[in-house]
């Protein structure tokens, strides 16, 4: 079962996250039908984003999104988690499979880019506004770009190790069932932590060799004992917290997305297909909506005189605010 450990080391000086998401990876790989190029690269965001909720979050209200985007044939990667141990994430081009490196790894740099940034959203829902931060990617291969970012946007110094491993399958075999491990570990200098600390943590991280290969053979405790060996580990969690891939889609919200399309494109999927089909984008579940639910959808609407995009349906939620820009440009003015 996939699950995450709090520990302290080097009294109280040093953090460390860790995470065993092998279970969810396979399950989101299974979902968006990935190659096992962009299904590395989505498993490590989803990991990333798990143990970045856990340093930045401090409400369980709250969410954090990572995307990353570098120019790549991925076309992007993104993932959402909250504290709540759950995660939701896609790729834009789900089906990316590149040629291995020349050390035998899987180019998700490649498949990312570097050429862009590495954003981070932090949603204070139901209260305030989200605090979008970013920095440019250092490598795409998502563990560098996330300790740069705490290192650059939050100036936390962190070692951060993510991984996705494949086993050996037949031709033709999906990456979903192919997930050999999965998993991610921060570690981060808090204030006080000394030179001597440092020094050996940063001797054991590079002693550590790949974190899949030690999660494969040992529980996901025994890696965070070796990565702060010396440095008197201590485990802070009672209980390991569950984690699961859970989209937050639903029929209401598939219904809402069609309200986004004209009435007259409204009334062509009731005559032409008796309702229509949404696909969720981050988790892939295909919904129907039938044909008296679209039609339900008649309450009174704004609309940019220019490009039809929808900009206020009575009694929903505020598309757009007054004296925005639309897409195409134009002001939006909605009735006081």
């Known amino acids: 079962m996939a699950h995450l450990l709090r520990g302290m080391a080097a ?6 996250i860790a995470a065993d998401t092998t279970d969810l990876v396979a399950e989101a790989l299974a979902r968006h039908e990935t190659g096992a190029t962009a299904g590395a690269a989505l498993g490590r965001t989803l990991t990333a984003s798990l143990l970045l909720a856990h340093v930045l979050l ?22 959402d988690a909250g504290l709540d141990g759950t995660v939701r994430g896609y ?31 932090r949603s204070h829902a139901p209260y305030g506004d989200p605090y979008t931060s970013s920095v440019r990617l250092a490598s795409g291969e998502v563990a560098e770009d996330v300790a740069t970012f705490l290192a650059r946007s939050e100036q936390i110094a962190s070692a951060v190790l993510l991984g996705v491993s494949f086993a050996e399958a037949r031709p033709g075999t999906p990456a979903s069932r ?11 200098a808090l204030p006080g932590a000394g030179d001597a600390a440092l020094a050996l943590l940063e001797a054991n991280v590079k002693a550590f060799g790949q974190l899949t ?47 986004y399309f004209s009435p007259g494109e409204r009334a062509e999927m009731i005559e032409e297909e008796g309702g229509a089909q949404v696909v969720c984008h981050w988790c892939g579940q295909a919904r129907f909506v039938d044909a008296d639910a679209i039609a339900g959808l008649a309450a009174p609407e704004i609309r940019c005189p220019d490009c039809d995009a929808l900009w206020h349906r009575e009694g929903a939620t505020t598309m757009v605010r007054d004296q925005e820009v639309c897409a195409c440009g134009r002001r939006v003015v909605l009735p006081s």
Request: aromatic share 4%; charged share 30%.
């Open 11 to 16: 009294d109280g000086t040093l953090r460390v």
């Open 58 to 79: 401090k409400d369980h209200r709250d969410r954090v999104t990572v995307k990353l985007d570098g120019g790549g044939p991925l076309g992007g990667v993104i993932a």
């Open 213 to 259: 290969d030690v999660l494969h053979e040992h529980p996901l405790q025994h890696a965070m004992e070796e990565l702060t060996w010396g440095l008197g580990f201590e485990l802070l969690t009672q209980e390991a917290l569950p984690l699961e891939f859970r989209c937050r889609c639903s029929d209401e919200k598939a219904l809402a997305a069609i309200a």
């Open 178 to 188: 192919r997930v050999r491990r999965a998993g991610g570990v921060v570690l981060q």
């Open 91 to 121: 790729a834009r081009f789900p089906e990316t499979e590149l040629a291995l490196r020349a050390d035998g790894k899987l180019d998700v740099g490649g498949a990312v880019g570097r050429d862009g940034e590495i954003e981070v959203i």
